[in-house]
């Protein structure tokens, strides 16, 4: 391919249209706050925010090509920063037995996840939702009150470690979405994920096992959403039963905003990435404008509700296009 034929495609691609609407987005909230909103300061901010959200939308993101729907996985995030911080400061475990625990638990209830939607033939959001209940309960048993302070210098540490002048969750939030592209896009499991949120009667016939991948996509969303609830907990050296469960569908917005089909079987890391870049710019930036509280959320709740319109026609389209061939 030339590069003018890759610039013409890259010119035609979503991808190229969300990082107008960033830039449109940037230009117009930089210019109603007076400079404030592209302050170094306050764009390290929205970078360091980025994280928890981050490895919700990878997670979501992955699982969504693949045409599941995981809505535990806030809960768990939550669950798995109570459950640190209580073998931490109740248990006095040390901070790496403390997480592997923490890891497999959380693990564990994606494994669940997927038997439940697999074995069982439960719908994907029936079954998610009820581990979220289950996940709920469970933080509210740890918590045992309000919060659990982490006193461990090193998890503390490492929540608010810099490189130089750049947050270590920023560092670690750019890895993720690299190595999850690289998946996606140059691996053999990238190109079943995309088979089977496609047409998974037709990745039977290829060869693909549809339950193996669901299983590893549930457990690595569990994973990640363990990741989140643990970094959050170290960064702000305590643990609640409110965690991270408002970035649940903010995550699934990101992910459906940046090109990636409800319906599974198309979207990429990059759009995904852009996506939360997008909406966590948007956040702040009510925020810089002094929006009130409630209505962010009416707002996020709007941008879900356009992104997955835009999504059915984008799949109408499709369907049409291919109707005519």
Do not use: H
Request: glycine share 10%; charged share 10%.
């Amino acid at each position: 391919m030339s590069i003018q034929t890759g610039l013409r495609k890259f010119f035609r691609s979503k991808l190229f249209t969300l990082l107008i609407v960033l830039a449109i987005l940037v230009v117009v909230v930089a210019i109603a706050s007076n400079g404030m909103f592209i302050a170094m300061t306050n764009i390290r901010q929205i970078l360091d925010q980025m994280f928890v959200p981050a490895m919700l939308t990878i997670g979501a993101g992955m699982l969504i090509i693949s045409g599941y729907i995981d809505l535990s996985a806030g809960a768990l995030g939550t669950m798995s920063g109570l459950m640190m911080a209580f073998l931490l400061k109740d248990l006095s475990w040390p901070w790496y037995l403390a997480l592997i625990v923490t890891l497999i638990a959380s693990v564990a209830v994606g494994i669940l996840n997927a038997a439940l939607i697999n074995e069982l033939r439960f719908q994907g959001f029936v079954a998610t939702l009820a581990t979220a209940s289950i996940a709920e309960g469970l933080s509210y048993k740890f918590s045992g009150g309000p919060t659990i302070q982490i006193s461990d210098r090193f998890v503390r540490d490492v929540g608010n470690m810099r490189i130089g002048i750049i947050p270590l969750s920023v560092i670690l939030l750019i890895f993720a979405f690299v190595t999850y592209g690289l998946i996606l896009s140059k691996s053999k499991f990238g190109r079943q994920m995309y088979i089977v949120g496609g047409n998974p009667q037709a990745a039977r016939l290829a060869g693909v096992n549809p339950k193996k991948v669901s299983y590893i996509l549930f457990a690595n969303s569990a994973m990640l959403s363990c990741m989140a609830g643990v970094f959050l907990a170290a960064r702000v050296s305590s643990a609640t039963s409110i965690g991270i469960r408002n970035s649940q569908f903010a995550c699934i917005t990101a992910a459906i905003l940046g090109g990636i089909s409800f319906g599974g079987g198309s979207g990429n890391m990059a759009g995904a990435f852009v996506g939360l870049l997008i909406l966590t710019a948007f956040t702040n930036g009510m925020i810089t404008l002094s929006f009130d509280a409630y209505w962010r959320q009416v707002v996020s709740g709007l941008l879900l509700i356009l992104a997955l319109t835009f999504d059915y026609i984008s799949i109408r389209r499709s369907s049409k296009k291919k109707s005519a061939d």
